[in-house]
């Protein structure tokens, strides 16, 4: 499944939405949706606020499942690869978003999108969990 979002922070909860009705149909799909929630929410967030890109680009998201996994993909024209902060003080009100990827993905990344500019980031979310 896949569709376009507007940078735009509503379109988190458009992604959220649109992923809880795809988990409906996959097989196991309910015991991921607590953790692709979060990573899906994270990854839209980050390419709502950080990509540096010129007004009216779009995101697209792209979920697939495949063996008790699921595969998150948030396609963005900026081609800044994302960095984890570290450290991150309990008092900043940012920065933990990829820390949380991290944590719930069994494996994550960053990759050139083939099709032109940008960057496609990607999590695989399985029953599992992360690190």
Same mark, same amino acid.
């Given at each position: 499944m896949a569709?376009?979002?507007?940078?735009?922070?509503?379109?988190?909860?458009e992604a959220r939405w649109q992923l809880q009705n795809f988990l409906r149909d996959v097989p196991g799909g309910v015991d991921l949706v607590d953790s692709c929630e979060v990573v899906v929410s994270e990854l839209v967030t980050n390419a709502v606020l950080h990509a540096r890109v010129p007004r009216g680009r779009r995101i697209a998201v792209r979920f697939e499942s495949a063996s008790g996994h699921l595969r998150i993909e948030v396609h963005d024209a900026s081609?800044?690869? $994302?960095?984890i902060r570290r450290p991150v003080s309990p008092d900043d009100s940012s920065g933990r978003g990829l820390r949380l990827v991290e944590a719930l993905s069994v494996e994550?990344?960053?990759? $050139?999108?083939p099709e032109g500019i940008g960057k496609i980031v990607w999590a695989l979310v399985g029953p599992e969990g992360g690190e």
């Open positions: 569709f376009w979002l507007p940078r735009h922070r509503k379109s988190v909860g081609s800044e690869k $994302p960095a994550w990344g960053c990759a $050139p999108r």
